[in-house]
């Protein structure tokens, strides 16, 4: 029976010559992955279903970054009883304030995941790691806590869209308006429990930052999981990062997909989410007059060295509109560092911006960058739901990073062409 990417990812992990989409299977995981917010639950059921120890110490990893550095007395509990369980555990890959980063840029950084493997995390947006030809998805802390006492989790084996790229990006079109010209194309759901599988010539033109980022995001399609195929990019990006050895799995050339898409990517233009849906999408062009309060770049999905950078060439010798707080947020401590001794920092205050140390902070509305009543915020996070940063009628406009440094300067949504 012919199989996709996917599908050769998890029957290869469950033993099985094959497996069809709606099939259940138990699969063996190579990573298991929670964060200050969902790890405390999880170690609560690791600790109720009697287990002594982690199936491995080297294969579970956890991350202080939503509420990290603290922002209150619950946000140190939480992180402590995970810096608890991981000393106590023995955990190799526990990451603390001054070795942290966000999660879905630290992992990839630190070589934790390759090609062909299964990570689950208990974070909607491990579907990150399909850019590098992994099976990543999301799961509970109940999973992530049985995870992390057997190796082993459940899945129903998702059908899969497959998506042909060709062509390539103009300029300051990215890996965000590709992602948020797709789910404004199916909708939130419209890729519901399916792997969104990428394809053809166009995808050796996107760098394996745009690939992350549309991965990122390929929840937000409602997706299991979102996976590239491996091309050199991907073995370049893996052998510069990890010791491991990719495994590299190819959709069968007769493989079964729900629909096939094809996107022109030279095609697409620089697109904004409007709130409070995603798939609410708009050209730049069709945006028309909003003015803006606030602007954030970093994130999971955008705070990649290749973002900041992005970011900071157009800001340079310019300032940040009167009325706008932006706020610049790198992804890990290596891209701060790097960000630093490349002078990027210098070109964002100058021009009137803070920059932070790595967190989530803003994304979920923790800290860092919270919306009032009314206001309007360009980010280059994932979500835009009501009351995502803030006030329940604040409103937050999803864009890239070049699309949301042009703003930061004019004030309301613009085209970085234009600026």
């Known amino acids: ?46 600790d109720r279903i009697g287990a002594k120890n982690v199936f491995d110490k080297d294969k579970v990893t ?10 209150d007395i619950k946000a140190a509990v939480q992180c402590k009883m995970c810096r608890d369980f991981c000393n106590e555990k023995e955990v190799t890959h526990f990451y603390d304030v001054g070795r942290m980063g966000i999660e879905h840029a630290l992992l990839p950084e630190k070589g934790l995941v390759v090609a062909g493997d299964v990570v689950i995390g208990a974070d909607s947006h491990t579907c990150t790691y399909g850019a590098l030809g992994a099976f990543s998805t999301g799961v509970g802390s109940t999973d992530m806590a049985c995870g992390m006492a057997t190796g082993k989790a459940w899945f129903k084996v998702p059908s899969a869209i497959k998506f042909v790229l060709s062509g390539k990006l103009n300029k300051y079109v990215s890996g965000k308006d590709v992602i948020l010209h797709i789910i404004g194309k199916i909708g939130v759901d419209g890729a519901l429990y399916k792997s969104m599988e990428f394809t053809g010539e166009g995808v050796k033109s996107l760098s394996i930052y745009d690939r992350l980022t549309i991965c990122n995001m390929a929840i937000e399609a409602g997706a299991k999981n979102g996976i590239f195929e491996v091309d050199e990019e991907t073995l370049t990006y893996i052998a510069e990062h990890s010791q491991k050895k990719p495994v590299i799995y190819s959709a069968d050339p007769d493989a079964e997909y729900d629909e096939v898409i094809e996107i022109d990517l030279s095609q697409i233009k620089s697109t904004v989410a409007f709130p409070h849906l995603p798939e609410n999408t708009r050209t730049i062009d069709e945006v028309g007059e909003v003015v803006i309060d606030q602007v954030v770049i970093g994130s999971c999905t955008n705070g990649h060295y290749k973002d900041i950078e992005e970011a900071a060439m157009i800001l340079k010798g310019k300032k940040v509109a009167k009325n706008v707080r932006a706020i610049i947020i790198p992804a890990t401590q290596d891209i701060y560092l790097k960000a630093m001794e490349n002078g990027l920092l210098k070109i964002f205050i100058e021009a009137g911006c803070v920059v932070s140390t790595p967190t989530c902070g803003p994304c979920l509305g923790g800290y860092m960058g919270i919306l009032a009543a009314g206001e309007r915020a360009v980010a280059t996070t994932n979500r835009n739901f009501v009351g995502r940063m803030g006030d329940v009628t604040s409103e937050v406009y999803l864009a890239s990073p070049a699309v949301a440094a042009a703003s930061a300067i004019a004030g309301k949504i ?6």
Not at 414 to 419: H, N, Q, V, Y
């Open 1 to 46: 029976m012919s199989m996709t990417m996917t599908q050769k990812i998890l029957a290869s992990h469950a033993g099985l010559d094959k497996v069809e989409a709606g099939q259940l299977i138990l699969v063996d995981i190579d990573r298991v992955l929670g964060n200050d917010i969902t790890s405390p639950v999880a170690i609560r059921e690791f």
């Open 414 to 419: 613009a085209d970085p062409a234009k600026i």
């Open 62 to 71: 956890m991350v202080m970054d939503h509420f990290a550095p603290n922002k």
